[in-house]
């Protein structure tokens, strides 16, 4: 079965000593200090048979996510820019649906059939942050297409304890076609959800939003803070094209980034501030360092995005605001998928206008090519839509 | 100048002991344990003055609450049915909008002209509970409409720190009028959002939602929830007329009371329960004892409905569903005023529906005998609109 | 090897219609409306072999809790008291603590030698409550010494995702023999703590506590409300000896029940009321229903208690209150167990005073029938202590 | 009457425009950015009259406060190194205790002859801050001993909504005298609970607490975190006077700053992480920004130092760990002030310790010279004690 497998050289760069364990398993924490030349083909894969508790899934559609895009670019000196875990070569790909094919003999909780997605962290359940429920920080965590096989591939295994049905959002479309486009998009939503309404523990409906980047996790945050009754929400991007997806999934305010941000930002809230301000852009130094003036008391900073680096943070200006910052990362536990796909099935949670095209499995690196330029919201792949 | 009053004979019920102070001052904490033979009458009531913090209303609009009518309803022995504080006579009306026509020497916040609702709860802001920020259950609480005159009249003064502004909903309807209309909704609207999602501290974008009874303040629950991202919220209401209201404003189901009725809400649930229950029918021996079954894991009960006597609940159940009962009365602080304002102003909170019929001042006996058959969601008197 | 077990005859009530699945599977969710005549009896059971992710654990002691005793005793037609799930026979016991004595071959938490203890609740970590965190509420629990064999004999089998280690007490102790008594107290401690620390999100320290009931979870209630900051923790409870081990623990107030209870209890708070009030009598027909006037605005009722039939409670004076009510059970997940073991490690947390005496297992029949007096707080089993 | 007055001259720096409102009051957000060659000495003062709702404080001691330090303090170019809101000249002194001699006619909570602190936050009531309850963040904040005139005198007038009684607290030590003391570290020991216990949300008993800075605010945090129930309490303190308190309020372990700090720290929780961090030293880029391996999952980062200029965060390493980072500043609302004096009350919150030494109000000077070398916890003057 076919498959896009992403290779890369191990060559850690100076001064960086790979663990014992690094060297034998290949699986690193921090990709970027390691991973030279990643390329990306389509290519034969190994065909999934299912352990005990796991579950085949033919895959219908996946999502490029910024990460993989991460995980394809790299610096003046060759490195992959991903900062995070990964192990090499592997099968790419965390953002999709598709349907149960063939299930373990323990399985009891999804049928031969079933219209799924599935979660990418798989958080293990045993160590003691699982067992606190804080699965998104598990001691133990793979990652569906970046430690262990991913979905940009005709069939994937997943444990049944990831995967969430589609079913409420094929009834109400109406078409399983559709379902599964927007099954695809529910990772990415769930992430943007997770810093929002979990790891912010201050959002009341009424709250006013500003959405920093509108790359997918950007226009997730925008998506959803409209269908939880953010009553302003503004989304500062420099790409024309995600401005106008942003526009479309109904952003009230949408502008580029500019020198007097603060100041416009300060006066679309009257005054008042913003109560919750998502990181979506991965450059927080360019995005949270001068936003000061444009807090409300007791704002909630998010942040998403990902990035290299210290940023600096003027503390003072959050002390006099009561402000704080949630550092956000993952979608496990808590409901979050399920409570994403209710949205989605209810209507009220509005995300198709997020994918600009469909590309087939072995046109993904015309799609990956077409991504550096940021100006695409949601590329997606059709495997078996 | 005019207003509504409302008088009833001081007549302690047999066994009721008035304390002194309730003699003096004829204030008292059980008004159904005192007040005999209520009427209500348009009456020349005084001309209100400003005091220093305070401004005086030209009244709009002033709808009639559920209270109201229990003020002027009595039970067989003639005496009151509503349970609360009280002091008599006194002009009602407390969910009310209008425009600011004068104003005291300290008052900074509002300007004449302003297009203002304001708060029924009249916190002192300087008592233990108030200084914890819990001013619903200020020590010292007077209540507009209650035990100080009312807005149901051409006039009424309050202070300003109870005072929010409506001129974000002008100008996004376009209409002075519209907005007076609507920020007649704000109180009611108010004490279902302070029960929802102040004192209920589990909500989350795609909850599911159970609203018992869908008079106002069931039916301000109702289109809350739905702005809020609730995925699915039912009402259950007897009166026909109600349910159109609720099913105008968007709940996914509108049921009437029946036996089996938690056999049936499990199944719209997909057999996951509800995570919100909102108790808004003054009934909870009928609208919670009986409903177990249904609840989700770490389900919220929000009882909002006033009722004499005692609840029977089946707390072994609660605990196996991990669920909680959250008392609620009120509406202020917290921001809950201006959040209900701000989703009314964004277009994202529907509550026009909830509006039946206008009256004018003068015909309030007459709005307030149609209201007795309990068919109408909302009516409301026009003063100055 | 021996262990203490419990027969019953399978005698549904009158007009109770057991399911297949329950006839087949000998496993109710309400265990008095099937058991009578349980009686307890040494007997020698399997020796339990380590499944792949299990260790077997050497018993060292094991706590007689309110539930075993519930199982023990039966109403006047001769049906079990406790209400809960159950399947027998079944070796009884789930407080308590030992070493680990052989593991499965996937086991990598804890090691032969070990001293540890365990939940109880035995929690799938599959289905949506245990996928949400919500361990205690997960659709397919099994209850070590319920419905699966405990911990009243010389060795149990459980999954190592229940264990926790003792060590950080034996180095504080400097005493094998203590830790091991203290570890056996980890799970009456823990599901107090859930109840008032996790379930209850109001605890600030300096809160005036009140728990209604002196037998294992109420004493762990104090205890655990001292170690927290409560600065004023009052005891109800009717049984001399039990007041006395209240005191004990530090306690401030250590009352009988009364008549006028209310006003003495308003009185111990300054007329302030209390923040957290813990059911742990089992009775909140008596010690809820009649607590109205001396709760604190925000005030948590904390029910830990089981009880069969519907508890009426006053809904309107906790508006008034703005109180509200969790209803709670189990103790898995969120940090509970380690919490615990911190504090007993750290000597913040007095729980020894709770142990009133030992027996060997051989003599379990002397002390439940010695515990039907309700005076003793804690008796233990000692096997391999 | 006498008081510490201290006198600043109003040259602001080059390139800060202070705005016209600030030349006309010289009340000032940034104090850093105007006020030279600060200096403090005993003056007559006028003799304070209470307003309606004030009351007259007979000051019988006054804690000298970091704040008041950098207000008296300047750096190279002769700049005071407060960074904050004030106006000069004032009396200053603000943690302090006395009994009141003299009240307003509309005063009631307070009675002539009480032991009394008070707030130093004087929050409006009225601002939409201070109407949800973010009295720290009000609007129109006022703080006495830097805009309005401070308590390092005889007499003092503040409004009874600021005041907390002490009786408490003398019944229990039987102390008159030792209660003024302890009444004095209200103040400061409110500045900790606020950041650890409000402004956190995820504190439960049993948590490794870290606290950065032994001066005043961090010994505060030491003992509030020994009070409710921290189980590993860790202070990190360059001077050895310092370290010397913070062993005797019971810190399990007292550090001196080091590079490889963040590796010892890990071992002190065993490998688990500290689950709040209190940075209490002012510094931040020292504290923090090294302070990534030992955050433990779900880590609270309470932020109370007071720091100009940016801080560099690693948010990537938060994101891994799900922290979050509090920004706390102030002491009022949320039932801070009476939790403290509860706590004080209880004997359960040990502080004694903290004052090092007593100083005459003539002696005040003496006293901030000695607090430059900050190897002493509180220095406290004794008025009328």
Same mark, same amino acid.
């Given at each position: ?206 709250? &006013?939003?500003?959405?920093?980047? $509108? +790359?997918?996790?950007?226009?997730? !945050? %925008?998506?959803?803070? /409209? #269908?939880? @009754? ?95 910052? &949630?550092?956000?990362?993952?979608? $496990? +536990?808590?409901?979050?998928?399920? !409570? %994403?796909?209710?949205? /989605? #099935?209810? @209507? ?38």
């Amino acid at each position: 079965v076919i498959g896009i497998e992403l290779h890369a050289d191990w060559e850690p760069r100076n001064g960086y000593v790979a663990t014992g364990a690094e060297q034998l398993s290949r699986r690193v924490n921090k990709g970027s200090m390691v991973w030279r030349n990643p390329q990306i083909r389509p290519a034969v894969v190994p065909d999934p048979a299912p352990g005990e508790h796991q579950v085949v899934i033919e895959i219908a559609a996946c999502g490029i996510c910024g990460s993989d895009m991460h995980m394809y670019e790299c610096d003046a000196e060759g490195y992959m820019l991903y900062p995070g875990l990964t192990r090499f070569p592997n099968v790419i790909g965390h953002e999709f649906s598709g349907r149960v094919v063939e299930s373990g003999s323990a399985v009891r909780s999804v049928r031969l059939g079933d219209l799924v997605t599935a979660e990418e962290m798989q958080w293990c359940g045993r160590c003691r942050s699982c067992r606190r429920g804080l699965f998104n920080a598990c001691d133990n965590l793979e990652e569906l297409g970046f430690t262990v096989p991913g979905a940009m591939a005709q069939y994937v295994a997943v444990d049944e304890k990831y995967c969430w049905k589609l079913a409420d959002i094929a009834e109400r479309t109406g078409s399983e076609r559709e379902a599964l486009q927007l099954g695809a998009l529910v990772e990415p939503l769930s992430v943007a959800y997770n810093a929002v309404f979990v790891r912010n523990q201050h959002h009341q409906p009424g709250n &006013y939003c500003l959405v920093q980047g $509108a +790359g997918p996790i950007g226009l997730a !945050s %925008v998506a959803l803070a /409209l #269908a939880a @009754g953010c009553a302003l929400v503004v989304a500062v991007e420099p790409a024309v094209g995600r401005r106008r997806v942003a526009k479309e999934l109904g952003a009230h305010y949408v502008l580029e980034p500019a020198d007097d941000l603060d100041e416009n930002l300060l006066h679309l809230t009257r005054g008042q501030g913003f109560d919750i301000v998502v990181e979506a852009a991965g450059a927080p130094t360019l995005t949270l360092t001068p936003l000061e003036r444009c807090l409300s008391p007791n704002a909630a900073i998010c942040h998403i995005g990902r990035s290299n680096g210290l940023t600096p943070l003027n503390l003072e200006a959050y002390q006099r605001r009561s402000a704080q910052v &949630y550092a956000a990362q993952g979608h $496990a +536990g808590n409901g979050i998928f399920p !409570s %994403v796909i209710r949205l /989605l #099935a209810s @209507g009220q949670l509005i995300a198709g206008p997020m994918i600009n095209e469909l590309f087939s499995l072995e046109d993904a690196p015309i799609a990956f090519r077409r991504l550096r330029s940021r100006q695409d919201a949601k590329l997606m792949l059709h495997v078996n839509l």
